[in-house]
């Protein structure tokens, strides 16, 4: 049972232009959202995240969004740059549980064309 | 620097033979993690463990084992029992009270 989805595996977009990647979860206990940005062959490396009692947040040309009613949460580029183009995932923990275990989604790999 | 460094970067071993991945950390992190990634697919927990002498299975455990002797290392054991050992493997820590989880640069485990 697949508790964070990202139902687009793939995404291509014009250097300049806005680029959103979608993540949509199931457990209504996650209270805390992160996106990660993952190279081929490297190890993912943290973007930005989102506590459940915030709707959005906001870092330099990335913004994330969180729609708690819709359990749906987007990540904003702009304007993205060809350096922007990897895999991105989503990933979502319960603070509650103190463990710190963070569920992710399938991926999107994002392509930026110049 | 303080980081997570995983060893080696790539790994081959022949059909049955127990490998060892090793994962290290000097973030003082209490909360240690082993994913395994698969094309196409997300990061799947396999094991982790939030304190010394303590750990917990994952959602994919089976045919992997792990320790945790000391805060800094937290070594996982793809036995012969798992049936497709073949992936690239992430280590990570925490701080183990939500916050980001912070990742090594993966060991990819290849069995011929």
């Known amino acids: ?114 | 620097d303080g980081g997570i460094t995983q060893s080696p970067k790539y790994l081959f071993r022949k059909e049955g033979q127990n490998v060892t991945l090793s994962c290290e950390q000097n973030l003082n992190h209490d909360a240690m993690y082993w994913y395994r990634q698969d094309p196409g697919q997300g990061l799947r927990l396999i094991y982790y463990s939030q304190i010394v002498n303590d750990f917990q299975k994952g959602d994919i455990a089976e045919g992997y084992s792990v320790s945790r002797e000391k805060k800094e290392s937290f070594p996982l054991t793809v036995t012969s029992a798992q049936k497709n050992p073949t992936a690239f493997y992430l280590c990570a820590s925490s701080t183990g009270f939500g916050g980001e989880a912070f990742f090594g640069q993966g060991t990819r485990l290849t069995v011929v």
């Open chain 1, 1 to 114: 049972d697949q508790q964070v989805k990202q139902n687009s595996p793939s995404l291509s977009v014009q250097e300049g232009r806005i680029s959103i990647l979608n993540c949509d979860y199931t457990n209504s206990m996650f209270d805390y959202f992160l996106w990660y940005k993952k190279y081929p062959a490297e190890g993912p490396t943290f973007l930005i995240s989102i506590s459940s009692i915030k709707d959005k947040n906001e870092d330099g040309r990335f913004t994330v969004f969180l729609n708690k009613s819709a359990k749906h949460l987007s990540l904003h580029i702009v304007p993205s740059q060809p350096g922007d183009s990897a895999v991105y995932f989503c990933a979502a923990s319960e603070g509650s549980s103190n463990t710190g275990k963070l569920i992710f989604g399938q991926g999107t790999t994002l392509q930026v064309k110049p």
